[in-house]
């Protein structure tokens, strides 16, 4: 492509490319009248807020180019653009300093904009006029004539893809506005929906996940797919057992007494390990996981925490490793909503489930002690509840084994995510609150039985293991994970609600996955606060600062 730094001016004649659309009717079991025109995305301009009083030719082409798309069963598509782009200029003062790309929807929303490269975040500005946002990726370092740059960038779209119920239609183009020698339109649909037609013909296809490939195209190639498909409400995932062979006799996460094994307390991990199969399965993976497997590499990954419980986090974290590569990303751990659920499943994605409530006498809550994994929706005895794989019980419903109740849900997707979190871990006596660099807190603090929510995406978990056997009390925890934190200082305040020994545990994941670990443990008596703090970085250099009490 060859454009000049004034192509700002290009704006003008984009706005004009929004399009009119008519929403799909359903008749009958068939989708009918389809939009008259697909919605639109390309190039706008480059070196956006650029000195203009310099004139130069600038030219450009893509050396590779990928749109992937994973959809979401309200028409939501989370959309990542793979770009390795090369400054093909003759003129040695023709750099390049960002990339624009406009994006016209008519819902107009758009959210979870971010980009990286192979050294971090990137930053990102934004533009919108009326449906089309216009969003420039600014580059870490010019791109001279000859160099070649690799970075991605991500958008999430509300109502993507059009349609209502179970009908539904991904219908759009792509105009790179460029030459391309390498170009991939990915399309991940529910893998649990019906595909009914594909046009154009895919080049390649993993079940729900079709592929358009483009070789060598020039400026003017474009890509306007449609694909309807319908949804579904259940979900065909692998059962485990906790106490099968070979696994159910292996040490359980860090214990060392041969009768702490998979079989008494490996629910969790059991239901994580269904999870990663699935994933892999819908993605036609062949490196599958079992639940020992994963319990070996959780025990040295810093998989569970000092007390024994499993880091939820961490199973995306295993699931995406070579030479797994499969592409699974945590969502949330919080507590036990059905309209969630049933968009996670609608979706294509199983959940965890936290069941079977007890009750703490110390902290006076309810806990959940087993987990399973929900598998559709179903009914029984004329009552709505949820399929489940449950790793004690086998094939069930929540309805039969738990009287339709939960107490917490942790959620995985497929699209690739930041995978940047905090992780906090307690164990009784004690509650804590964490507050972030904008004051914002999350937890509880027992002194004015207040729960903190304000820390977006943090939720403050009770967790709890029970023996299978029923020989040993349940293991109790408090946990709270915080997604895409804020880079700087974290106080964590901890209050004792009793008297005696406790761990409190920090753990950082940045933007590539690595991850860092820090153990804080002493006594408190009732009534007690005891201050922390721990400062986080997008990139995994952690500083853990002294200890102060007060």
Not at 220 to 228: G, K, M, N, R
Not at 415 to 428: D, H, R
Not at 498 to 513: F, V
Request: charged share 15%.
């Amino acid at each position: 492509m060859k454009a000049r730094i004034f192509v700002r001016l290009l704006l003008a004649a984009i706005v004009l490319s929004v399009t009119i659309l008519s929403y799909p009717v359903q008749a009958g079991s068939d989708l009918i009248q389809e939009r008259s025109q697909p919605t639109t995305f390309g190039i706008a301009y480059v070196n956006e807020g650029r000195d203009v009083s310099q004139s130069f030719d600038l030219t450009f082409e893509f050396e590779f180019l990928r749109n992937s798309v994973g959809v979401w069963s309200d028409g939501k598509g989370d959309l990542l653009l793979e770009q390795h782009i090369k400054n093909t200029s003759t003129d040695p003062a023709a750099v390049m300093e960002s990339m624009t790309w406009w994006f016209n929807w008519p819902s107009a929303d758009y959210s979870k904009i971010h980009a990286l490269d192979g050294k971090g975040p990137l930053k990102t500005t934004t533009e919108t006029s009326e449906t089309v946002i216009f969003v420039t990726v600014n580059f870490r370092t010019p791109l001279q004539p000859g160099q070649t740059y690799k970075f991605k960038q991500f958008i999430t779209i509300g109502e993507m893809i059009f349609g209502s119920g179970d009908y539904w239609t991904a219908n759009w183009g792509i105009y790179p506005g460029s030459n391309v020698k390498s170009f991939e339109q990915v399309l991940a649909l529910p893998a649990n929906s019906t595909v009914t037609s594909v046009t154009p013909a895919v080049s390649e296809r993993h079940g729900n996940i079709l592929i358009w490939r483009g070789d060598n195209t020039t400026g003017d190639y474009s890509l306007v797919i449609e694909v309807p498909y319908v949804l579904s409400d259940s979900i065909a995932v692998g059962l485990f057992l906790q106490g099968a062979d070979p696994w159910g006799d292996d040490i359980y996460a860090h214990n060392t007494e041969p009768s702490d094994t998979m079989a008494r307390w490996g629910c969790l991990i059991t239901s994580g390990a269904m999870l990663v199969n699935y994933f892999a399965a819908t993605q036609d993976r062949a490196n599958y996981t079992d639940p020992g497997v994963l319990n070996t590499w959780m025990i040295n990954n810093s998989g569970y925490d000092r007390l024994y419980y499993v880091k939820h986090a961490w199973f995306g974290k295993y699931a995406r490793q070579t030479p797994r590569d499969i592409s699974m990303y945590w969502n949330s751990s919080a507590g036990y909503d059905t309209t969630l659920l049933d968009y996670y499943l609608r979706s294509g994605y199983p959940v965890i489930l936290g069941v079977k409530p007890e009750f703490d006498p110390v902290t006076k809550r309810y806990y959940p002690s087993h987990w399973v994994v929900a598998t559709g929706k179903t009914t029984g005895d004329g009552v709505d509840t949820y399929s489940i794989n449950d790793p004690i019980y086998g094939q069930t419903t929540l309805k039969k084994q738990y009287l339709n109740n939960a107490l917490a849900m942790v959620t995985f997707s497929a699209s690739e995510a930041n995978q940047q979190l905090l992780y906090f871990a307690a164990q009784s006596p004690i509650h804590f609150v964490i507050t972030d660099p904008l004051e914002r807190k999350a937890g509880y603090d027992p002194t004015t039985d207040t729960l903190y929510e304000e820390i977006p995406g943090a939720y403050y978990l009770y967790e709890g293991l029970s023996d299978a056997f029923g020989k040993q009390e349940p293991r109790v925890a408090k946990t709270l994970t915080i997604p895409d934190p804020v880079d700087g200082p974290y106080l964590i305040t901890v209050y004792g609600i009793g008297n005696g020994a406790y761990t409190m545990e920090a753990s950082a994941m940045d933007w590539q996955g690595v991850t860092m670990d820090r153990i804080f443990t002493g006594t408190v008596t009732e009534g007690q606060v005891i201050t922390y703090k721990v400062t986080y970085s997008e990139v995994i250099y952690q500083t853990f600062l002294p200890i102060a009490v007060r």
